[in-house]
């Protein structure tokens, strides 16, 4: 079972993102993908976006690159929100926000009260930085807030009316910097794990590129490489395949480790036919093929596969292992 909850920052990963996907190279790690989301935001107007994954079974891990706003992200001029946490009755869970006071980003819990935590974290102007936020639902509601690897501020409050864990996060854009004048900011390479620590974690996206041993599904490659969701490929039978070659980026040069390799789909049941997709890898002739999810019969719904070690021989990945040609399978 894949621990990955999210992985991405496209126009099918997330909503409200429509129109500002961009290509400026200071919003993005050029090693892990080609683009990122430019904001544009006033003062006091909130520019909202949000991400959404399936019921966590652990302590849930948000990970995501941030470029502060580029005009006084170090004078917070009005109380604001970076980001909401919601439950999957839509009840919020945890915040971290803005204070003018301190001009600081701080965790709050939303349990049975709310309880505010002390940060140590200000923003530099157009500096950019490494977010991480974890977040345990319990008897408690616990947030901590990570700056490049760094504890920032954390907070708990009782959790005595049983909210759960987070499905749902809101990146809120507002009270970010003080100006009258609207500012930008950037996000990339946004990641959510279940019970797993996203500090220091990587994820490089490639994309399909060119057909490869198999074309079973109706709608080719092409159908699943122009980033159009309406455009799709579909398989009528259990056990067809379809497969490709990657394009894009391969990763921060030097990696200390190479943790996994996951495929991410995009699936939706129809209303005959097969009732699983599944990922796998094709390496040296032979098909490695992950255990099959369910896709949602009412919408497009993300299926991940994940193979911790190289399933040729069971050793961990090496740059040189890893696979040239990945596919889905219906089932």
């Given at each position: 079972m894949s621990h990955i909850l999210h992985l991405g920052h496209q126009v099918t990963d997330l909503a409200g993102v429509e129109g500002r996907i961009s290509t400026d190279a200071a919003g993005f790690d050029a090693d892990l993908d080609v683009n990122c989301i430019r904001i544009n935001t006033g003062e006091t107007s909130a520019v909202p976006f949000s991400a959404s994954w399936s019921l966590p079974a652990g302590d849930v891990w948000l990970g995501f690159r941030y470029k502060a706003p580029s005009v006084n992200a170090h004078i917070i001029g009005t109380d604001g929100t970076f980001l909401e946490f919601y439950d999957d009755t839509n009840a919020l869970v945890a915040i971290v926000r803005t204070e003018r006071d301190d001009e600081k980003y701080h965790a709050m819990a939303v349990g049975d009260t709310s309880v505010d935590g002390a940060s140590s974290f200000v923003a530099a102007t157009n500096q950019v930085y490494w977010v991480d936020v974890k977040i345990a639902v319990g008897a408690d509601i616990t947030i901590e807030f990570y700056a490049d690897g760094v504890l920032q501020s954390s907070a708990t409050a009782a959790n005595a009316g049983g909210k759960g864990r987070p499905v749902r996060c809101v990146w809120k854009n507002y009270g970010l910097f003080d100006f009258y004048n609207p500012a930008i900011c950037y996000y990339a390479h946004i990641a959510v794990l279940d019970g797993v620590s996203t500090i220091g974690r990587r994820?490089?996206?490639?994309?399909?590129?060119?057909?490869a041993t198999y074309d079973a599904f109706s709608g080719g490659v092409d159908a699943v490489k122009d980033g159009d969701i309406a455009t799709r490929a579909a398989s009528d039978i259990a056990g067809q395949r379809m497969s490709f070659s990657l394009a894009g980026p391969t990763g921060p040069a030097g990696a200390s480790a190479i943790a996994g390799v996951h495929v991410k789909q995009l699936a939706q049941l129809g209303t005959a036919g097969p009732t699983g997709i599944a990922g796998f890898l094709r390496i040296?002739?032979?098909?490695?093929?992950?255990?099959?999810?369910t896709p949602s019969p009412d919408m497009a719904s993300p299926v991940y596969s994940t193979w911790d070690v190289n399933p040729a021989d069971s050793t961990p990945w090496t740059t040189a292992a890893l696979p040239t040609e990945v596919g889905i399978i219906s089932s």
């Open positions: 994820f490089a996206r490639r994309t399909p590129d060119l057909v040296g002739g032979v098909d490695y093929d992950a255990s099959p999810g």
